[in-house]
Protein backbone atom coordinates (compact mmCIF):
# COMPACT_ATOMS: atom_id res chain seq x y z
CA UNK A 1 0.00 0.00 0.00
CA UNK A 2 1.53 3.43 -0.87
CA UNK A 3 1.62 5.82 2.23
CA UNK A 4 1.19 8.97 0.92
CA UNK A 5 3.68 12.09 2.56
CA UNK A 6 3.11 15.84 3.27
CA UNK A 7 5.59 18.68 3.92
CA UNK A 8 4.90 18.73 7.39
CA UNK A 9 5.39 14.75 7.74
CA UNK A 10 9.41 15.05 6.65
CA UNK A 11 12.17 15.47 9.27
CA UNK A 12 13.70 18.80 8.14
CA UNK A 13 16.90 17.05 7.45
CA UNK A 14 14.92 14.20 5.35
CA UNK A 15 13.95 16.62 3.44
CA UNK A 16 16.78 18.70 2.38
CA UNK A 17 18.83 15.60 1.38
CA UNK A 18 15.72 14.38 -0.88
CA UNK A 19 16.17 18.15 -2.59
CA UNK A 20 19.50 17.68 -3.21
CA UNK A 21 19.21 14.35 -4.54
CA UNK A 22 16.45 15.94 -6.80
CA UNK A 23 18.83 18.39 -8.54
CA UNK A 24 22.27 16.58 -8.24
CA UNK A 25 21.30 12.98 -8.73
CA UNK A 26 20.66 12.34 -12.83
CA UNK A 27 19.17 8.78 -11.53
CA UNK A 28 17.43 9.31 -8.85
CA UNK A 29 15.53 12.57 -10.96
CA UNK A 30 14.92 10.22 -13.21
CA UNK A 31 12.77 7.87 -11.03
CA UNK A 32 11.27 10.52 -9.93
CA UNK A 33 10.13 11.59 -13.17
CA UNK A 34 9.27 8.07 -14.40
CA UNK A 35 6.93 7.73 -10.85
CA UNK A 36 5.46 11.40 -11.79
CA UNK A 37 4.90 9.99 -15.49
CA UNK A 38 3.38 6.62 -14.84
CA UNK A 39 -0.70 6.12 -14.56
CA UNK A 40 -2.65 6.71 -11.74
CA UNK A 41 -2.82 3.29 -9.80
CA UNK A 42 -6.12 1.47 -10.83
CA UNK A 43 -7.82 0.05 -8.07
CA UNK A 44 -9.78 -2.93 -9.17
CA UNK A 45 -12.55 -3.66 -7.37
CA UNK A 46 -14.28 -6.79 -6.56
CA UNK A 47 -18.29 -6.79 -8.08
CA UNK A 48 -20.54 -7.66 -4.77
CA UNK A 49 -21.60 -11.19 -5.02
CA UNK A 50 -24.90 -11.34 -6.44
CA UNK A 51 -27.50 -13.41 -4.74
CA UNK A 52 -27.86 -17.23 -6.30
CA UNK A 53 -31.10 -17.85 -7.62
CA UNK A 54 -32.32 -21.37 -5.42
CA UNK A 55 -34.37 -23.55 -7.23
CA UNK A 56 -37.43 -23.79 -4.73
CA UNK A 57 -37.95 -26.88 -3.11
CA UNK A 58 -40.69 -29.48 -3.99
CA UNK A 59 -43.18 -30.20 -0.79
CA UNK A 60 -42.50 -32.69 1.68
CA UNK A 61 -43.49 -35.69 1.11
CA UNK A 62 -44.51 -38.94 3.11
CA UNK A 63 -41.91 -41.54 2.20
CA UNK A 64 -44.11 -44.49 0.97
CA UNK A 65 -45.51 -47.26 2.99
CA UNK A 66 -45.35 -50.66 1.30
CA UNK A 67 -47.19 -51.92 4.02
CA UNK A 68 -50.06 -49.77 3.93
CA UNK A 69 -49.83 -49.93 0.03
CA UNK A 70 -50.41 -53.92 0.46
CA UNK A 71 -53.08 -53.81 3.28
CA UNK A 72 -55.11 -51.40 1.00
CA UNK A 73 -58.14 -53.61 0.55
CA UNK A 74 -58.15 -54.29 4.36
CA UNK A 75 -57.86 -50.12 5.35
CA UNK A 76 -60.45 -49.56 2.76
CA UNK A 77 -62.86 -51.99 4.27
CA UNK A 78 -62.02 -51.24 7.82
CA UNK A 79 -62.53 -47.60 6.80
CA UNK A 80 -65.77 -48.63 5.42
CA UNK A 81 -66.97 -50.86 8.63
CA UNK A 82 -65.89 -47.94 10.60
CA UNK A 83 -68.14 -45.57 8.90
CA UNK A 84 -71.05 -47.94 9.96
CA UNK A 85 -71.98 -47.02 13.66
CA UNK A 86 -74.14 -50.63 14.05
CA UNK A 87 -71.22 -52.98 12.32
CA UNK A 88 -68.71 -50.69 13.63
CA UNK A 89 -70.23 -51.81 17.61
CA UNK A 90 -70.62 -55.33 16.32
CA UNK A 91 -67.30 -56.05 15.00
CA UNK A 92 -64.76 -53.52 16.72
CA UNK A 93 -63.70 -51.81 19.35
CA UNK A 94 -64.05 -47.99 19.51
CA UNK A 95 -61.81 -46.72 21.56
CA UNK A 96 -58.92 -48.94 19.95
CA UNK A 97 -56.06 -47.23 17.47
CA UNK A 98 -56.32 -48.16 13.48
CA UNK A 99 -53.48 -51.02 13.93
CA UNK A 100 -55.32 -52.74 16.67
CA UNK A 101 -58.90 -52.45 14.80
CA UNK A 102 -57.01 -53.65 11.77
CA UNK A 103 -55.81 -56.72 13.89
CA UNK A 104 -58.91 -57.43 15.29
CA UNK A 105 -61.59 -57.55 12.43
CA UNK A 106 -58.70 -59.72 10.64
CA UNK A 107 -58.63 -61.90 13.74
CA UNK A 108 -62.85 -61.45 13.42
CA UNK A 109 -63.28 -62.43 9.79
CA UNK A 110 -61.21 -65.11 9.67
CA UNK A 111 -63.51 -67.01 11.64
CA UNK A 112 -67.14 -68.67 10.20
CA UNK A 113 -69.10 -68.48 12.86
CA UNK A 114 -68.57 -64.84 12.78
CA UNK A 115 -69.38 -63.86 9.05
CA UNK A 116 -72.55 -65.97 9.62
CA UNK A 117 -73.23 -63.71 12.63
CA UNK A 118 -72.68 -61.07 10.45
CA UNK A 119 -74.92 -61.96 7.93
CA UNK A 120 -77.23 -62.32 10.41
CA UNK A 121 -77.31 -59.10 10.88
CA UNK A 122 -77.60 -57.81 7.52
CA UNK A 123 -80.41 -60.08 6.62
CA UNK A 124 -82.58 -58.77 9.65
CA UNK A 125 -81.37 -55.12 8.55
CA UNK A 126 -82.97 -55.79 5.03
CA UNK A 127 -85.95 -57.51 6.48
CA UNK A 128 -86.59 -54.35 8.84
CA UNK A 129 -85.62 -51.72 5.73
CA UNK A 130 -87.65 -54.01 3.63
CA UNK A 131 -85.08 -53.30 1.22
CA UNK A 132 -81.75 -54.58 -0.48
CA UNK A 133 -78.77 -54.57 1.33
CA UNK A 134 -76.70 -51.17 0.42
CA UNK A 135 -73.79 -50.80 -1.39
CA UNK A 136 -71.27 -50.66 1.90
CA UNK A 137 -73.35 -53.22 3.64
CA UNK A 138 -72.02 -55.69 0.23
CA UNK A 139 -68.50 -54.39 0.01
CA UNK A 140 -68.17 -54.85 4.03
CA UNK A 141 -69.84 -58.65 4.16
CA UNK A 142 -67.31 -59.46 0.72
CA UNK A 143 -64.36 -57.87 2.25
CA UNK A 144 -65.18 -59.52 5.63
CA UNK A 145 -65.70 -63.20 3.04
CA UNK A 146 -62.14 -62.33 1.46
CA UNK A 147 -60.36 -62.00 4.54
CA UNK A 148 -61.98 -65.65 5.62
CA UNK A 149 -60.71 -66.97 3.05
CA UNK A 150 -56.89 -66.34 3.34
CA UNK A 151 -57.27 -69.15 5.98
CA UNK A 152 -57.64 -71.44 3.34
CA UNK A 153 -55.52 -73.04 0.33
CA UNK A 154 -57.18 -75.15 -2.45
CA UNK A 155 -61.09 -74.41 -1.57
CA UNK A 156 -62.81 -70.85 -1.14
CA UNK A 157 -66.04 -69.68 0.92
CA UNK A 158 -68.47 -67.61 -1.55
CA UNK A 159 -71.33 -65.79 -1.97
CA UNK A 160 -74.38 -67.56 -3.52
CA UNK A 161 -76.51 -65.05 -5.02
CA UNK A 162 -79.84 -66.22 -6.51
CA UNK A 163 -81.48 -65.71 -10.37
CA UNK A 164 -84.69 -63.73 -10.21
CA UNK A 165 -87.63 -66.19 -11.14
CA UNK A 166 -86.38 -69.52 -10.20
CA UNK A 167 -88.49 -71.57 -7.85
CA UNK A 168 -88.24 -70.72 -3.82
CA UNK A 169 -86.53 -73.38 -1.95
CA UNK A 170 -86.95 -72.97 1.83
CA UNK A 171 -83.61 -74.71 2.30
CA UNK A 172 -81.83 -72.53 0.25
CA UNK A 173 -83.59 -69.28 0.78
CA UNK A 174 -84.85 -67.05 3.48
CA UNK A 175 -88.39 -64.75 2.12
CA UNK A 176 -89.23 -61.82 3.40
CA UNK A 177 -93.31 -62.76 2.80
CA UNK A 178 -95.50 -65.44 3.44
CA UNK A 179 -97.14 -65.24 -0.18
CA UNK A 180 -95.13 -66.40 -3.40
CA UNK A 181 -93.16 -69.41 -4.87
CA UNK A 182 -90.49 -67.52 -7.08
CA UNK A 183 -87.94 -65.11 -6.40
CA UNK A 184 -89.13 -62.08 -7.31
CA UNK A 185 -85.59 -60.20 -6.02
CA UNK A 186 -82.37 -60.80 -4.10
CA UNK A 187 -82.12 -58.62 -0.74
CA UNK A 188 -78.66 -60.49 0.69
CA UNK A 189 -76.83 -62.86 -1.10
CA UNK A 190 -76.02 -66.46 0.89
CA UNK A 191 -72.84 -67.79 1.90
CA UNK A 192 -71.41 -70.76 1.16
CA UNK A 193 -69.01 -71.94 3.24
CA UNK A 194 -65.04 -73.42 2.11
CA UNK A 195 -66.96 -76.99 2.09
CA UNK A 196 -69.32 -75.96 -0.59
CA UNK A 197 -72.57 -76.07 2.04
CA UNK A 198 -74.78 -72.87 1.77
CA UNK A 199 -76.31 -70.64 4.33
CA UNK A 200 -79.87 -69.58 3.20
CA UNK A 201 -80.05 -66.31 0.38
CA UNK A 202 -82.76 -63.57 1.94
Known sequence: MEEQFTQGMLEPGLRVELIRLLKEDAEVRQLVLGIVAAPASVLIVEPEPQPVAVAPQPPHECPLDPLRDQLNAQLNLLATLCADEGLS?????????????????????AQ??????LWDVLAE???????PASAAELQILN?????????????????RTVEVGVEYDYRLHNRTT?????????????????????????
Do not use: M, Y
Open 143 to 159: GCLQIHNLIWRDRQAQL
Open 125 to 131: RCKTASS
Open 178 to 202: LRGEVIAAQWLPGLANAGGNSSVCH
Open 112 to 117: WERLLE
Open 89 to 109: RFLLVQSESEGLQLTRLLATA
